[in-house]
């Protein structure tokens, strides 16, 4: 109410001013996928993706959230399990799938649960020390991107399921 008053004084004090409607976040344009490629950091994980089948499901219209582990959290994956998801496509996928949770959960949400279900079916726990958040082992180190179809929270490891 105060808003519109304000726009009201505004328009009657500079005549010939339009009435504007009040400023809204635009709502962002680029999907998961496009978000991540944009950022520049995650590459391996959309090569992954890809490789995995995965890039058509992150750019769909479902809302998901994405705990994203970045370019460098993938240095920190020994080359034999990296060169063993290589080989094998279902891994891959169940372990993409563990980085992924259906909905849109901002890190105002995030911090209140202790586990989130995974698409790939095994949840994730999650932690709270301090001013940092932790997703099994992997720290979060920035949250809320805003994506068309869900929300990326960046990660410093690779999350990877127990077998």
Do not use: C, W
Not at 114 to 141: E, Y
């Amino acid at each position: 109410m105060k808003r519109i008053a304000a726009l009201l004084v505004l328009a009657v004090a500079l005549p010939g001013a339009a009435l504007a409607a009040p400023d809204r976040a635009a709502a962002p344009k680029a999907n998961i996928v496009q978000t991540a490629a944009g950022a520049g950091q995650f590459t391996t994980l959309l090569a992954l993706a890809k490789q995995a089948g995965l890039v058509g499901a992150l750019s769909g219209p479902g809302k998901l959230t994405v705990f994203a582990p970045t370019d460098a959290a993938f240095k920190k994956v020994p080359k034999a399990t990296l060169a063993k998801l290589g080989k094998d496509k279902a891994l891959l996928k169940r372990v993409l799938l563990y980085h992924v949770v259906k909905g849109q959960i901002p890190a105002e949400k995030v911090v209140q649960l202790r586990s989130a279900k995974t698409l790939a079916g095994p949840s994730v726990r999650i932690r709270v020390s301090g001013k940092s958040v932790f997703v099994d082992k992997a720290k979060v180190t920035k949250t809320d991107i805003r994506t068309s179809n869900g929300i990326i929270h960046v990660l410093n490891a690779v999350l990877i399921p127990a077998s």
